[in-house]
């Protein structure tokens, strides 16, 4: 019963740090790039649930014009990788095609912002 119980307590822990990164890139994008991000998802891992304490953090963000491209990053916070990932509205359209591989992210994607 302890264990489930530490699991809960460090996925709640999880959740929270998430959010809190959901809202820095929000903010981020509204003062780097005003505009310029029409969409921001998280897919991967904390999209579907199966999550643990190492599990990287993935963003998807469609942009609308090209300075969006300013959110790109990869980074390590502690020993967890975040991801932001941009991409255009055209690789959207071809990925609901199925005619990139990236078809998988965009089924799972959890939309936090849009404009």
């Known amino acids: 019963m302890e264990r489930i ?5 460090k996925k709640e822990a999880l959740l ?14 509204k003062r780097v790039c005003p505009d310029s991000v029409a ?23 469609v942009k609308n014009y090209s300075r969006g491209y ?16 941009c991409t ?3 690789q959207v359209e071809d990925m609901a095609l199925y005619s ?3 078809i998988s992210g965009l089924m799972d994607l959890n939309i936090v912002y849009y404009l």
């Not at 390590?76 to 932001?84: K, N, W």
């Open 70 to 85: 300013r959110m790109r990053s990869c980074f390590i916070l502690g020993d967890v990788a975040h991801d932001i990932y």
């Open 5 to 9: 119980l530490w699991i809960r307590r």
């Open 88 to 90: 255009t509205w055209q």
């Open 16 to 29: 929270i740090r998430n959010e809190r990164m959901v809202k820095t890139v929000i903010e981020k994008s």
């Open 100 to 102: 990139t591989q990236y």
């Open 39 to 61: 969409l921001i998802g998280v897919y991967g891992s904390f999209s579907t649930g199966d999550i643990h304490d190492k599990s990287d953090f993935d963003f998807f963000t």
